[in-house]
């Protein structure tokens, strides 16, 4: 990729539910990126499951028989960039999201900045970031310090009844979140020329 090449960022909205917390908060997210001059991707992990990994094909996704899984593959090689969204199940990230990682060997994330996102009933989602920092960092990615864990009160309706991340606080968080990834990105691309 060139100097000038806008930065693309893979989102991937870890909910399992349609129109979910998660999936208003990689919109927000996605939108903020583009702002600051990033190709944001999303991937909705509830519009686009993948199948239960195979272990036979790991690490060569062009034999995965599900297109899904292949375009998800390629898409997280393309990327300069992460953001992984979840909410929390039973005190971690949901299932669908270590199902999506364990698709990608450490290629993918190599070197990359990630940013972490977490919903949940109180701010003890945040061990959903904890988590998954544990597993950005064994995919040799680099989880930013900076993340966002919203709660329910952060989140509105819009006329049309969907919903709508527009807490003040969750948005500065989600603003400093994208930023940070955007300009890490650029320093991380122009250590490498």
């Not at 893979?10 to 927000?28: C, D, F, I, K, R």
């Not at 996704?61 to 297109?67: G, H, I, L």
């Not at 969204?85 to 199902?99: D, I, L």
Request: charged share 20%.
């Amino acid at each position: 990729m060139s100097q000038t090449q806008r930065p693309v960022v893979l989102l991937v909205s870890g909910s399992p539910t349609s129109g979910s917390h998660t999936t208003a908060t990689t919109e927000a997210a996605s939108r903020m990126l583009a702002e600051l001059g990033a190709d944001p991707q999303v991937w909705d992990l509830a519009a686009q499951p993948l199948p239960i990994v195979d272990p036979s094909r790991h690490g060569r996704p062009d034999e995965y028989a599900d297109p899904y899984a292949r375009k998800f593959a390629r898409l997280a090689g393309e990327a300069d960039a992460f953001v992984i969204a979840s909410p929390m199940y039973h005190g971690s990230f949901s299932g669908v999201v270590k199902n999506a990682l364990d698709h990608l060997d450490t290629s993918p994330l190599a070197a990359k900045p990630t940013g972490l996102v977490a919903h949940g009933a109180n701010l003890s989602a945040v061990q959903v970031c904890d988590g998954l920092r544990t597993v950005v960092r064994a995919l040799r990615g680099i989880a930013l310090p900076e993340q966002l864990v919203t709660v329910p009160g952060d989140f509105g309706r819009t006329a049309e009844g969907h919903r709508v991340l527009q807490g003040v606080r969750a948005r500065r968080r989600l603003d400093a979140l994208c930023a940070a990834l955007v300009e890490t990105t650029g320093r991380l691309r122009a250590a490498r020329v």
